[in-house]
């Protein structure tokens, strides 16, 4: 079994022109007050097996409380044990942790984890 470390982010130098070697302005991520009721914010899917608790846990400890994304967690686990995946990952970041339940709507600078034993589908 293959065992992925995650490495410290690299140290990004700023982007320059060709023609003036002059930084360019750093992108504006949009946060949660900057996005309105029915706005496009990208949803980002992360899965892994069982042993991936450590990986999310760096990744979600890296991640800024409002960087716009909505994050969906799907964790290959034993259907017929309780998940306690939510309560893990909360202490890992401040954006809101919730199992993914039908009907509930999708927002920015949330993570949704999948439950034990249930299929996904995201709908517009």
Not at 5 to 13: C, F, G
Not at 27 to 55: D, H, N
Not at 68 to 87: N, S, W, Y
């Amino acid at each position: 079994m293959k065992k992925i470390l995650a490495s410290a982010p690299r140290k990004r130098r700023p982007k320059t022109s060709r023609k003036t070697n002059v930084a360019a302005p750093a992108r504006e991520v949009p946060t949660t007050a900057q996005i309105g009721p029915g706005a496009k914010f990208p949803i980002a899917g992360l899965g892994a097996s069982a042993g991936g608790l450590e990986a999310f846990e760096q990744f979600f400890g890296q991640v800024p409380k409002a960087c716009g994304i909505a994050f969906v967690v799907v964790q290959h686990l034993d259907p017929t044990h309780k998940g306690i995946l939510v309560e893990l990952l909360q202490r890992t970041t401040e954006m809101p942790v919730l199992w993914v339940k039908d009907g509930l709507r999708v927002e920015p600078d949330h993570v949704y984890v999948i439950p034990p034993n249930t299929d996904l589908s995201i709908l517009r």
